[in-house]
């Protein structure tokens, strides 16, 4: 009998996500995309592969001579579904701010 139950409780632990968005439903969050891409938009739904509908989507655009740098320009996208398998990178908008990257040696002037 012991076995079932502990068959049963692995189970419930699969269905389980470590990652729970529920507390950022209604609330902008910013997504970062494989391939460099970047966006906002305030959390309607996902599901447990992460796939997310977003509504009031902002694009931010990249730099066309460099693609790893985002410019100043944006791209309304309004309601959106973003398919979890392509999401590296999930935080909300709020307290958010760029920081100089701590590993590149500055050069001194």
């Known amino acids: 009998m012991s076995k079932l139950w502990c068959l049963q409780d692995k189970e419930k632990k699969k ?20 391939g460099g891409r970047e966006a906002s938009g305030v959390l309607k739904g996902f599901d447990p592969l992460l796939n997310l509908v977003l509504d009031g989507t902002i694009e931010y655009m990249r730099d ?11 791209r309304q996208l309004g309601l959106v579904v973003c398919r979890g398998t392509s999401v590296v990178l999930i935080c909300p908008q709020d307290g958010m701010e760029a920081i100089p990257n701590p590993f590149i040696q500055q050069q001194d002037g």
């Open 15 to 34: 269905k389980e996500s470590i990652f729970d968005l529920s507390k950022y439903i209604d609330k902008t969050i910013r997504v970062k995309f494989q």
């Open 64 to 74: 066309p001579d460099d693609q790893l740098k985002l410019t100043e320009d944006t």
